[in-house]
């Protein structure tokens, strides 16, 4: 079940009491038509790529060419370099980072940079935080 951090209460946490704990990810190897599968889902607009803990990238709605063979590797338009922030950080360092962005989500990965440890996901409306 999804429910809401309001942003006012995030402010005084980290992004590891925000953010989305066990977000969904597709396999390294996956294909982009698996990713395209994802998308059909509107709420999804990040495809997190992992290899097992490790994080191997992302797509975005608009990283993914429409005319991407379905059957090539979802690798090929995941980006490794992306904003992170750890579980550690504190949301008042996170949000102005969110607000740069286009699509308000941030990778977060453990101290080593690399174990995914969540995602940390505004809500459409910009006053709060998804949660499960």
Partial sequence: MSKT??????LEMTVGEVM???PKTLPADARVSDVREAFERPTVRS???ADGPRFAGVI????????????????TYARME????TPETPMREAIPLLDARE???LVVLD????TLRGLLCGNTTATGFCVR
């Fill in 47 to 49: 495809a997190l790529l």
């Fill in 82 to 85: 992306t904003v992170t922030v």
């Fill in 103 to 105: 699509e308000p989500r």
């Fill in 20 to 22: 989305i704990r066990a």
């Fill in 111 to 114: 101290e080593d940079g690399v």
């Fill in 60 to 75: 975005e709605r608009d990283g993914l060419p429409a005319d991407a063979p379905g059957d090539a590797p979802a690798g």
């Fill in 5 to 10: 951090v309001a942003l006012a209460d995030a």
